[in-house]
């Protein structure tokens, strides 16, 4: 099953690609930025077809934050209940966070996220800020997504993090390892 008819901005091959990792994850996956659903449902469906049950945070404010000139606001949380509903099966693994991702980062322990997917503020600022909070919180070994990756801000926000290991890119979308290192 397709989520394309959902507006949005994720391909076909990048919603596969969350489908796959997020159907190896175990504990704890959280999407920063939800929009409308496209991207929550195609991790979601992954869940859904694995043998385990990770909690699924997807974290979004609709509160107006203006993401490339686009604004998003509270009719794309409508639209996201809206989706989610169509899709029980699926939308029954989301739990949705209305919230910006920096109120959401001590909702999870540290080392214990499987998996991230970062689509929320694009800024070097805010991709600066998500990962600072979130990595500490990943899982060594885990898997970090970012899309959006043809921008310069989120490319050399993420250059400083020193854990990541740069594995493919589908798309516009880049998979990453986390190698917590010794400690
Ligand atoms: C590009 S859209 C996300 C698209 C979505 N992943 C999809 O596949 O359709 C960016 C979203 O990030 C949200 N956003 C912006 N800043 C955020 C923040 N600090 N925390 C969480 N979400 C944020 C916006 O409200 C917007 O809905």
Redesign the pocket.
Known sequence: MSFQH?????TED??LRLESHASQCRELIV??????????L?IAKGIEGSTFNPIFYS??????????G?N??AD?LAACYHNFAAHPEFGQHIRKLV??????APLCENRSIDML?V????SYE?VT??LCRYLPRMKQGGCVIL??WYLDSVRTATYQFDCLVYGDQVDNMKVCGVNHGQS
């Open positions: 959902i507006e949005g901005w994720l990048e919603g999407e920063i930025g939800s929009y409308r659903g496209r991207s929550s195609y974290i979004d404010p609709h509160a107006g934050i203006g993401v490339n686009h998003f606001d794309d919230m910006r991702s920096d109120q959401a997917f689509d929320g503020d694009h805010g800020d998500d899309h959006d």
